[in-house]
């Protein structure tokens, strides 16, 4: 993502959901060419997820790939049974199911990565925290908690009676709140 960003001419702004708000994070220590950073319920919790992520390999094995990724959303994200049954609904939903595998990977990356509250705490970047109010996982919870602790610059958004995919559900709300944070000029880096 850092390569990304710096071949960019001038600063730019970097959104990233779940496990892409931690390459987000990251990538604020690789470069300075971020100027705002918006962080939806990424998972920065220490966890091992490594049984979930062999009973999947299994699933997709056996040929239930939409086994595999229901299993996911349910064990991992707690994403409720309507919301499930919204994503299915879906034209994503196919490709979401082919594309099973890369949960795994992720889920397994994210087993080896540590989150380190104090190094974070030196980041300057304005951030906004994105957080839906009815977010099941008690990893994603926490995690928004510490970066509410530790990040110097931020602000917390909550999106009411949304879960981990807002961006599905209320496009326009969700557009907008992360266009107003990225345009207000008040919020810039120290």
Same mark, same amino acid.
């Given at each position: ?40 319920? $990424? ?17 997709? *094995? ?18 409720? %049974? ?11 939903? %196919?490709? *979401? ?7 795994? *990977? ?5 087993? *080896? ?9 030196? @980041?300057?970047? %304005? ?10 996982? $008690? ?11 530790? @990040? $110097?610059?931020?602000? @917390? ?13 209320? $496009? ?10 990225? @345009? ?7």
């Amino acid at each position: 993502m850092a390569a990304v960003i710096n071949s960019r001419p001038g600063p730019v702004f970097v959104l990233g959901h779940s496990i892409g708000g931690i390459c987000a994070l990251e990538a604020a220590f690789l470069t300075d060419k971020i100027s705002k950073l918006v962080l939806y319920e $990424p998972p920065l919790q220490d966890r091992n997820h490594g049984v979930v992520a062999a009973k999947m390999e299994s699933m997709i *094995r056996a040929g239930e790939s939409e086994q595999a990724l229901l299993t996911f959303l349910q064990e991992i994200v707690m994403v409720s %049974p309507r919301e499930i049954e919204e994503m299915k609904a879906r034209s994503s939903w %196919p490709g *979401r199911v082919a594309g099973v595998g890369k949960q795994i *990977r992720e889920i397994r990356a994210l087993d *080896r990565y540590h989150f380190d509250a104090k190094r974070v705490s030196g @980041l300057k970047v %304005p951030t906004l925290l994105l957080t839906g109010s009815k977010t099941a996982s $008690p990893d994603l919870k926490q995690a928004i908690n510490a970066l509410m602790d530790c @990040l $110097p610059n931020r602000s @917390l958004i909550v999106f009411d009676g949304q879960e981990h995919n807002a961006m599905d559900n209320i $496009p326009q709300e969700f557009a907008e709140t992360v266009t107003k944070f990225l @345009l207000d000029t008040k919020s810039k880096a120290d």
